[in-house]
């Protein structure tokens, strides 16, 4: 490379390293501010989790509906027993430290240089992976927006990708540990024990198990009671089928006034594909009122009013009532179809892709080689599809993915300079990730699935490099394949 041009480059670096410290640096003040201000998330993790305890139990109408007792665990030296603001300030401290920790263990461990022995063009000097700053700068807005609001996104990242490296580097029981945790503090990653069955992983699974006992299990007998950790676990599984799914594709309305910005797979289907009422108002029964109750309310609803029964049952009171403002709610659709169908239109793909991804997985078979960052990522990225909640924060698990298909990217391009099908699907992954970050501040672009067809793009773009990633494992990169992955 000509000495002008490696020094605009070297600039160019730095100035984006720059862009990433800033960036970064507004995430941290963000969450500063928002727990000093007792804003969401700091605040409902606060409140929740003192709640547990000073009372011995979860709330009924607990705001951390979605969690198992291990969070709560986690969370107490920073909401309960460190004072203010020292416990902010430690979370919010320790949220950047995943984050770094994150992007080092991707660098160091999921590139080319660092994943195996491989032949060339990962061996050729030419061949040097691209700088990491390119895929942290495609993420940095997603790790702006975990920082700022104080989630446990990157908690999260960070022991599925170190849970995932031990794994790959042939530290399974401790690797199967780590994974079980991220399991606990939030339940997609469980998702990663498949990956493991699939992959004949018998000491990670060993792991995932007893990270259930330690970090779940004992702590709950010790805190509960034998009785009393039975009734928060059956508590959590209501909850969980109270929000699943199927809730959200026959309720339109149930949760949209909480959660006005989830962009789950059945959340977008269900606004594409269902007509909302009509309606300025919603009132809200909460609980189990009484038969007599409901038809009363019913029966006095003004226009312009919809009434909707939550089952999620309030905090001091068998049941309550609440009335909402949902004239904000979008009403476009492009057809109004029943529940069942798009349940059926939301199910049948889901299970066709995971069975094309488990039959793939288990072709890769237990051999471990260069291929596997690009197989972790691809597990990672199916997280998201299955979720009955997605977050705009949650796209920070899309890392390393980004950081695979750039990496992969370059070999590609480096062993042969002309477009393919594989580099032109790459490339327009990445474009498609910018274009996303550009609409993260829309509400709208949100709700009808902008991020769900980047993060379809992005999917195919690493399955294209975990494919190109095998054929240099066995030293056949001279061609590109367009065959799916795992096949020959």
């Not at 986690?74 to 309960?80: A, D, E, G, R």
């Not at 060993?206 to 009734?231: E, N, Y």
């Not at 190109?468 to 056949?476: A, F, V």
Request: some cysteine.
């Amino acid at each position: 490379m000509p000495l002008k041009s490696a020094a605009r480059l070297a600039g160019a670096t730095r100035v984006a390293w720059l862009i990433v410290a800033f960036v970064l640096a507004t995430g941290v003040i963000g969450g500063l501010h928002r727990a000093r201000a007792n804003k969401p998330d700091w605040d409902d993790l606060q409140f929740e989790t003192r709640y547990v305890w000073e009372h011995r139990h979860t709330a009924p109408g607990t705001a951390m509906f979605g969690y198992l007792p291990t969070t709560t665990y986690l969370l107490w030296p920073f909401t309960t027993w460190l004072p203010r603001p020292f416990g902010s300030v430690a979370f919010v401290t320790l949220n950047l430290l995943a984050l770094l920790a994150s992007i080092w263990i991707v660098h160091r461990w999921w590139r080319p240089a660092g994943s195996a022995d491989l032949p060339p063009p990962y061996s050729a000097p030419a061949g040097r992976p691209i700088s990491l700053v390119w895929p942290v700068l495609l993420a940095c807005a997603n790790f702006q927006h975990a920082l700022q609001s104080n989630q446990l996104t990157a908690w999260t990242l960070l022991l599925c990708v170190a849970g995932l490296t031990l794994v790959g580097r042939h530290r399974q029981f401790l690797g199967g540990l780590v994974i079980g945790l991220a399991a606990l503090v939030k339940v997609m990653p469980g998702l990663l024990v498949v990956y493991l069955l699939l992959r004949g992983r018998w000491r990670a699974l060993l792991g995932v198990a007893v990270a259930a006992v330690v970090f779940d299990a004992l702590p709950s007998v010790a805190f509960f009671g034998w009785q009393g950790t039975i009734d928060e676990h059956l508590a959590w599984r209501r909850r969980a089928a109270w929000h699943s799914n199927r809730h959200l594709i026959e309720q339109p309305l149930l949760r949209v006034h909480r959660h006005g910005t989830n962009a789950s797979l059945s959340a977008v289907l269900t606004r594409w594909l269902r007509a909302l009422p009509d309606a300025h108002e919603q009132v809200i029964l909460y609980g189990d009122p009484p038969p007599d109750v409901v038809a009363r309310r019913r029966a006095e609803l003004a226009p312009g009013e919809v009434l909707t029964l939550d089952p999620m049952p309030p905090r001091d009171a068998p049941w309550t009532e609440k009335r909402v403002d949902i004239s904000w709610v979008s009403r476009f659709h492009v057809a109004d179809q029943p529940a069942s169908v798009v349940w059926w239109l939301w199910a049948t793909p889901l299970a066709l892709g995971f069975a094309a991804l488990a039959w793939f997985t288990f072709r890769a078979g237990r051999a471990q080689g260069a291929d596997w960052p690009a197989l972790s990522a691809l597990w990672l990225l199916a997280m998201f599809w299955p979720a009955p909640m997605t977050r705009h924060y949650y796209l920070a698990w899309a890392f390393p993915a980004l950081v695979v298909v750039c990496d992969m990217l370059r070999y590609r391009w480096n062993q042969s300079p002309r477009w393919t099908a594989g580099t032109v699907l790459a490339t327009s992954a990445l474009a498609a990730w910018l274009v996303g970050v550009a609409g993260l501040g829309s509400k709208v672009l949100r709700w009808y699935g902008l991020h769900l067809a980047v993060l379809a793009l992005l999917t195919a773009a690493t399955a294209w490099a975990w494919q190109y990633s095998r054929h240099l494992r066995s030293g056949d990169a001279s061609r590109e394949v367009s065959a799916p992955p795992g096949t020959t």
